[in-house]
């Protein structure tokens, strides 16, 4: 009797902890709509937000030809993932391309997976991308050509968390750690495990 | 002219003769050179960590390789929330100081592989100064998920 009220109280902790929990990530819960898009993977097959409910999801905005700030960013989510240990496979790296012209799906497919077996490339029409982008008060812009015809795109440099309900959680900056991230990845992947 | 002034001078001629002589990479320790492999031709990133011994300033100007037909100087940036990637003249190396090469940072964006390059190739980069003076560095080929030149 003890024992179930003390599992008791632990449940009903669960339940409230939720808005007590200390982030060290900026929370944005409440503030951003749900996650939703229609893109590619890349397999080349037609996914919505829908197919990734159930994972705690890392949204990143990116492109295969930005050599510095895009690999040191899925470099450090691979390492973060290492750190979560087997709790890891509840979450998914979502690497949406702004740049659709350049990144198809096997470019794609072979890009992500250098990074991280949880990673998936995501790319599809310009509009659908702009949309998801926009979705989140983010942008980005294709930069002039260069004499070789290849070009750069700046993009936001934010990583936004959602819980396994897509709930729009938390935002990462570059002036967040690793320590920071790895330890809401925790309680946001816990939390899911929990409901 | 005295004997007494003379030898001052020639003293100093000697001494403006041999810093003339000194080139700039002469002055330059390049360390922990690696570069960041990714699939396919995709542009990697090289970073260095360049180290001037010399109580002149230097600059690194640009850099060619062998292995890729385009090596380019760049900064990246997040300001404002934004990441881009600007195109570079040069980067200042302080006398008796260093400059780092670093993901985020400055880095060389080397282009269109003339083969393919693995994880473990060893790759030379002639690095070129603001005088002309050029050092030849190995840069050890890391995976794309490398953080740092050390495994």
Known sequence: ?195 | MSLRFALPLFAAGLMLAAGAHATEAQHIRASGAWIRVLPGDLPAGAYVTLENTGDQPASLHAARSPNYAEVMLHQSSSAGGVSRMAMVDELAIPAHGKAELGPGGYHLMLMKATAPVKVGDKIKLTLSFGDGSTLDADFVARPANATGAQP
């Not at chain 1, 991308?129 to 015809?149: H, M, N, Q, V």
């Not at chain 1, 968390?161 to 816990?190: C, E, I, W, Y």
């Open chain 1, 1 to 195: 009797m003890l024992l179930m009220l003390a599992v008791g109280t632990v449940l009903l902790a669960g339940c409230h902890r939720d808005d007590d929990i200390q982030w060290q990530l900026t929370n944005v819960s409440g503030h951003m709509p749900d996650l939703d898009f229609q893109l590619v993977d890349d397999h080349g097959k037609q996914v919505s937000a829908q197919d990734y409910r159930g994972k705690v999801v890392l949204l990143y905005f990116g492109y295969t030809h930005c050599p510095d700030v895009c690999p040191l960013t899925l470099a450090q989510l691979h390492v973060v993932m290492q750190r979560l240990g087997p709790l890891a496979d509840g979450a998914r790296i979502l690497f949406v391309s702004v740049d659709p012209a350049r990144d198809t799906p096997e470019v794609m497919h072979a890009y992500v997976n250098a990074f991280d077996p949880r990673a998936v490339g995501l790319s599809g029409p310009a509009r659908e991308i702009e949309a998801l982008s926009k979705r989140y008060r983010s942008a980005f812009t294709r930069e002039p050509d260069r004499a070789d015809g290849q070009y750069e795109v700046s993009h936001s440099s934010a990583i936004y968390l959602f819980d396994g309900n897509g709930k729009a959680r938390l935002l990462s900056t570059p002036s967040n750690t690793q320590d920071q991230m790895v330890h809401d990845l925790h309680l946001l992947l816990s939390l899911g495990a929990r409901s």
